[in-house]
């Protein structure tokens, strides 16, 4: 893809952003460059350091899904020696820390039988998610280590998670910046073809990023199955609004009852 690419051309509102997580897995899938761009970034490499790269768990892209077979996680074997696995996540579903740590010792459980544990390959999890996971403590991109409570001795280099908030762009640190995240969680907050070639102008695995999601944005087929998880991660957000309102219902009711029963109590004596 050159200079001529329709995205050159392309104004106004983008229908399906990378925030979408269909379309999010579809460009992994699609483009190379936007895996090595993106994992690089990530995990503090040169893009030149990736010789290998591959998605294990690939989806036929446009096939029909639904929310209850949709993979969301995307596992990336990276130059045979280590595994990614990358999720997208709008919606705080309040299970992060539980779900990140299920998908970590999924893939750390990698031995087949006859195997030595000093073959496991290390992994790391990353959810990229548009809200912030911690309120008391927010941060641009956190990266977590077992460590040892009182030295911070690492326990074991074959285990991290980490997590990116596209919602604090502004807290990128130095490092952040220099690999660029702050720029990759600008491309995924894009809301128009203005603002995501504004992003991606001085960086070739960016614009072809850029590219694919014009690209992508043209497929009928790819477009039906964003739809799809844009309205199931729309009742999504109004079911988890409704069990929240439901909670402060019942925190309500539960307050009333016990200054009853503390009136009750005080006439009694």
């Known amino acids: 893809m050159g200079n001529t690419a329709p995205i050159?051309?392309?104004?106004?509102?983008?229908?399906?952003?990378?925030?979408?997580?269909?379309?999010?897995?579809?460009?992994?899938?699609?483009?190379?460059?936007?895996?090595?761009?993106?994992a690089s970034a990530l995990l503090h490499l040169n893009p030149e350091d990736i010789k290998d790269i591959e998605i294990t768990n690939p989806i036929i892209l446009?096939?029909?899904?639904?929310?209850?077979?949709?993979?969301?996680?995307?596992n990336i074997l990276l130059n045979n020696s280590r595994?990614?696995?990358?999720?997208?996540?709008?919606?705080?579903?309040?299970?992060?820390?539980?779900?990140?740590l299920c998908y970590l010792c999924s893939d750390f459980s990698q031995l087949n039988?006859?195997?030595?544990?000093?073959?496991?390959?290390?992994?790391?999890?990353?959810g990229i998610l548009d809200y912030t996971l911690f309120e008391d403590a927010p941060?641009?991109?956190?990266e977590f280590e077992l460590l040892n409570k009182k030295t911070h001795r690492r326990y074991s280099d074959k285990l991290g998670i980490s997590?990116?908030?596209?919602?604090?762009?502004d807290m990128a640190s130095d490092e952040d910046k220099a690999y660029g995240i702050d720029t990759w969680a600008t491309v995924f907050k894009a809301k128009t073809w203005e603002e995501l070639r504004m992003a991606v102008q001085s960086n070739e695995y960016m614009k072809d990023t850029a590219e694919t999601l014009y690209e992508l944005?043209?497929?009928?087929?790819?477009?039906?199955?964003c739809?799809?998880?844009?309205?199931?991660?729309?009742?999504?957000?109004?079911?988890?609004?409704?069990?929240?309102?439901?909670?402060?219902?019942?925190?309500?009711?539960?307050?009333?009852?016990?200054?009853?029963?503390?009136?009750?109590?005080?006439?009694?004596?």
Not at 139 to 142: G, P, Q
Not at 217 to 225: A, K
């Open 139 to 142: 941060e641009f991109y956190a």
């Open 113 to 126: 039988k006859g195997d030595a544990y000093e073959d496991i390959k290390p992994v790391i999890n990353i």
């Open 163 to 169: 997590v990116l908030d596209l919602t604090q762009i």
């Open 217 to 225: 944005n043209s497929d009928e087929t790819i477009r039906q199955q």
């Open 62 to 74: 446009g096939e029909s899904i639904n929310a209850k077979t949709f993979i969301l996680d995307v």
């Open 227 to 269: 739809e799809a998880r844009r309205r199931a991660e729309i009742e999504e957000k109004h079911m988890q609004d409704k069990m929240k309102k439901l909670e402060e219902e019942a925190e309500k009711w539960k307050a009333k009852y016990e200054q009853l029963l503390a009136a009750q109590s005080e006439k009694k004596n």
């Open 83 to 100: 595994m990614l696995n990358l999720e997208m996540q709008v919606n705080n579903l309040h299970n992060w820390e539980n779900r990140s």
């Open 8 to 38: 050159m051309e392309a104004t106004g509102k983008i229908d399906y952003g990378m925030t979408n997580d269909y379309m999010f897995r579809a460009i992994l899938q699609k483009s190379r460059k936007t895996l090595i761009g993106l």
